[in-house]
């Protein structure tokens, strides 16, 4: 007994140490990409006692916007919190996922003993093949991600809960099961397949066919139920921190090119998980445009021959079955989101959950190909060793903006997105010819863009070219005439100029389409201010100040109070 309590600490130091190790050159790595949507521009992130606005921020993604909350509220902006929390996160799941091998293969002592050599090595080899592999950067490096890790947590102790609920026979742990899954629906949307999963792992641990549609449904219905509540509360009210996935359905339905995309996709996760060579954050990823496409047809091929190999070794290999069919649930979501929506069709940090299952695969197909405990070990050795300076070499990328943009658009050159980002990023160093340049290179990509247009405008007024901003914030105005934030920044351009009539107009027009547009009525009240109509701008002021106070921007309301201190002794 004290052995193994002792054999337990190792296992656990080892991954606190090696997981701190190969993520510590991630620890300061500054915000990127949605970073700045989730978290730096997202007012609602700045009182954790805010839960309607964080509701109205993060919807069915809550619990992942109450924890950035937390992290605000205990320090800022400052970025080593915010790495340090996901890194915490990535350990707890590596944990998770050696409990979850080692419930597996004692599970499937009912139907096998094949596996029982292995049950004190493969444990340890899935925990720390998927806590060092290269893919994974993207689901702990990228501060947003915490959403996969998260999601993956209560997705594993949900499964882990139900498999000793169901060999202790202890309808606690089926609920304490559910209450983790009740977690994940509120952190991200993967989480609907834990029913699925579930039925899964009855099959090939617990139960027949026959018995699996007879008893087993009264125990799985409430997963069910469970994960039918995401979709009703993501359609009951839109998010504000990402994306409209029911305008966006709505816009544009179901695509057979991207789901056949998708199925190439498949394909290079695969790769991506056996050779995770020139990883990236975006993807230049070709659409599929017929069935008779070679990369197609290929890719069918493979992932039919997986399904087969499935089906072939269901009973007597079923360890490797289990690991199949997890790939295939665990990327189903995104598959199916991205056939909907039409948004981007690859990101890394969705392999994060996937990892789990190839994590257990690669630990017993080293088992299976070594000859002996010390082939299987320096294999084993060799791969993490890989793994390791690899991870480590990765996150390099994530520790600044531009570099990180510079690395997408090495592997990406024709990305319209990245030139975006790219761009973004030179904007807020305020190196703004740099910006120009790429806002130019997003338009020639991609016409329709109209952040790049309103971006470029703000940028050309700030390097004093008037008329070419004006030109492209219009360019922004027909291609989107009810966007907010164009017309919130034409109204900031014609207030500089003095224009105040048509820059009232255009504030105007910004609150109509959102009412909480805290700069927006700033604005309007220095407007109002300078054409001496002191009422109006106390009205704008006032609610602009309250609007800011909830933001939390204590340097605005300062600046509000001193303006209407002024208003009143002007009166």
Not at 436 to 447: G, K, M
Request: with cysteine; hydrophobic share 45%; aromatic share 14%.
């Amino acid at each position: 007994m004290t052995r193994k309590r002792n054999q337990a600490w190792i296992f656990f130091l080892t991954i606190i140490v090696l997981g701190l190790a190969i993520y510590s050159n991630a620890l300061q790595g500054e915000f990127v990409s949605d970073d700045h949507v989730y978290i730096v521009d997202n007012p609602s992130v700045r009182n954790i006692f805010d839960l309607q606005g964080l509701w109205h921020s993060f919807n069915s993604r809550f619990l992942t916007g109450l924890t950035f909350a937390l992290n605000f509220s205990a320090g800022g902006l400052n970025v080593f919190g915010y790495h340090f929390f996901n890194i915490v996160i990535h350990l707890i799941n590596s944990i998770l996922v050696y409990q979850f091998t080692l419930l597996i293969l004692k599970a499937l002592e009912g139907k096998t003993d094949a596996y029982k050599k292995y049950k004190d090595a493969l444990p340890v080899f899935a925990a720390l093949i998927f806590l060092t592999h290269p893919v994974q950067t993207q689901g702990v490096s990228f501060i947003s991600q915490r959403l996969a890790s998260m999601g993956t947590m209560f997705y594993l102790l949900s499964l882990i809960f139900y498999i000793r609920g169901r060999l202790d026979e202890k309808n606690d742990l089926i609920h304490l099961a559910l209450l983790s899954m009740l977690f994940g629906v509120f952190t991200k949307e993967m989480i609907v397949t834990v029913p699925l999963m579930l039925f899964v792992i009855e099959l090939y641990c617990f139960s027949s066919w026959k018995e699996i549609k007879i008893t087993q449904w009264r125990t799985v219905r409430p997963f069910v139920l469970a994960s039918c509540m995401l979709p009703l509360i993501i359609l009951q009210q839109k998010a504000v921190s990402y994306p409209d996935f029911t305008g966006q359905i709505k816009a544009g339905g179901f695509s057979w090119n991207y789901f056949l995309t998708e199925i190439n996709v498949l394909r290079t996760y695969a790769r991506m998980l056996f050779l995770p060579v020139n990883l990236s954050h975006e993807y230049d990823y070709p659409i599929v445009g017929s069935l008779l496409d070679v990369d197609l047809i290929l890719s069918l091929a493979l992932l039919i021959g997986l399904l087969i190999l499935a089906v072939k070794t269901f009973r007597s290999k079923p360890l490797i079955s289990f690991c199949i069919v997890w790939f295939f649930v665990t990327t189903s979501v995104e598959i199916i989101n991205v056939s909907l929506v039409h948004r981007n069709v690859i990101y890394d940090h969705w392999l994060y959950l996937p990892m789990v299952g190839f994590s257990i695969f690669l630990g017993l197909f080293i088992h299976l190909i070594a000859k002996d405990k010390m082939g299987i070990r320096g294999l084993f050795a060799v791969i993490i060793v890989i793994f390791c300076l690899a991870t480590y070499q990765r996150n390099k990328v994530w520790q600044n903006e531009i570099g990180f943009w510079q690395d997408v658009l090495k592997k990406a050159p024709n990305k319209a997105a990245a030139h975006l980002g790219m761009a973004n990023a030179y904007k807020r160093q305020n190196n703004l010819e740099k910006a120009i340049e790429q806002y130019q290179q997003v338009v020639r990509s991609d016409p329709g863009s109209v952040k790049a247009y309103s971006n470029m405008g703000v940028a050309y007024y700030q390097t004093g070219n008037v008329k070419r901003a004006m030109r492209n914030l219009k360019e922004a105005l027909n291609l989107e005439p009810d966007n907010p934030a164009v017309h919130n920044n034409l109204g900031y351009i014609y207030y500089l100029e003095k224009d105040y009539g048509r820059a009232i107009l255009h504030y105007f027009k910004a609150l109509n389409l959102r009412g909480d547009y805290a700069n927006a009525y700033f604005y309007l009240g220095q407007c109002y201010l300078e054409m001496k109509n002191f009422s109006t701008a106390r009205n704008c002021l006032n609610r602009a100040m309250q609007l800011y106070e909830k933001r939390y921007e204590k340097g605005k309301v300062q600046e509000i109070k001193t303006i209407l201190d002024a208003i009143a002794n002007e009166v």
